[in-house]
C-alpha cells in the first residue's frame, strides 16, 4: 500500500502558542487529504477536507481560523493549530488519496498533541 | 445519510478463540463498508473493504467480513485469536469506492486477547 507519513508522531507546546503538524505522500500524488481528530478512546471525528490548491472544506462546529490546513503540493498537507490550549489536546490524524490509488484513503501514524 | 453502529465497545477473547466484531450500517445508497484497526499510538491500517463485488470479503491478517443486506450488517470475523489481534477496531462507511470520499467512522471495538 501507499506511504503517509505524519510528522511529528508527537509534540507538547506551551498554551497560546502555535504548532503544525505535516501530512506528506510519500509515494503518490494526494489530490486529496483528511484531517481527523480523536479523542481517547473514541472514535475518529472528520475535521476537513482539503484538495489540492483549494480552500479546504470544514466539518460543522470546526474553527477554520483556530485550525489553518493548507495543501498547497500534491504530496503535502499542513494542519496548524493556532494559540493552542490544553482543550486542543488530542491525537490527530491524516489521511490521503489521489491518482492511481484513488480508491482508498491511506492513513498517516497520528500526531499526538499536548498543551500544556 | 450515513452511518455505521459497532455493537460492544470492549470485546475479550482467549487466544486460539473465534473473534465476531459486530457492524451494521445505515445508508440511503448502496454502501461502500470498510473495518480498520488502530494499534495504540499509531493511524489507522486498512483490513478489508467491501466493494460490492463479492459479499464475503478476506482481508489481511487472516480477518474476513460478510456483507448481509437482509440484515444491513458487516461482521468481521477471525477463526482463531493472536495476541497480536489485541487493538482498537473500527468499521467505516461511504457512498462511493473513491478514496477522496469522506468516511464515516463508527465509535469503535477494543479487542482485548486473553492468554
Known amino acids: 500500500g501507499a506511504v503517509v507519513s505524519q510528522h511529528p508522531s508527537w509534540v507538547i507546546c506551551k498554551s497560546g502558542t502555535s504548532v503544525k503538524i505535516e501530512c506528506r505522500s510519500l509515494d503518490f500524488q494526494a489530490t486529496t487529504m483528511f484531517w481527523y481528530r480523536q479523542f481517547p478512546k473514541q472514535s475518529l471525528m472528520l475535521m476537513a477536507t482539503s484538495n489540492e490548491g483549494s480552500k479546504a472544506t470544514y466539518e460543522q462546529g470546526v474553527e477554520k481560523d483556530k485550525f489553518l490546513i493548507n495543501h498547497a503540493s500534491l504530496t503535502l498537507s499542513t494542519l496548524t493549530v493556532t494559540s493552542a490550549h490544553p482543550e486542543d489536546s488530542s491525537f490527530y490524524i491524516c489521511?490521503?488519496?489521489?491518482?492511481?490509488?484513488?480508491?482508498?484513503?491511506?492513513f498517516g501514524q497520528g500526531t499526538r498533541l499536548t498543551v500544556v | 445519510a450515513q452511518s455505521v453502529t459497532q455493537l460492544g465497545s470492549h470485546v475479550s477473547v482467549s487466544e486460539g478463540a473465534l473473534v465476531l466484531l459486530r457492524c451494521n450500517y445505515s445508508?440511503?445508497?448502496?454502501?461502500?463498508l470498510f473495518w480498520y484497526v488502530q494499534y495504540p499510538n499509531q493511524g489507522l491500517q486498512l483490513l478489508l473493504k467491501y466493494t460490492s463485488a463479492a459479499t464475503l470479503v478476506k482481508g489481511i491478517n487472516g480477518f474476513e467480513a460478510e456483507f448481509k443486506k437482509s440484515e444491513t450488517s458487516f461482521h468481521l470475523t477471525k477463526p482463531s485469536a493472536h495476541m497480536s489481534d489485541a487493538a482498537e477496531y473500527f468499521c467505516?462507511?461511504?457512498?462511493?469506492?473513491?478514496?477522496?470520499?469522506?468516511?464515516?467512522f463508527g465509535t469503535g471495538t477494543r479487542l482485548t486477547i486473553i492468554p
Open positions: 489521511s490521503a488519496s489521489g491518482g492511481a490509488l484513488n480508491t482508498e484513503a491511506f
Open positions: 467505516a462507511v461511504t457512498q462511493t469506492n473513491f478514496g477522496n470520499e469522506k468516511l464515516t
Open positions: 445508508s440511503s445508497v448502496p454502501p461502500y
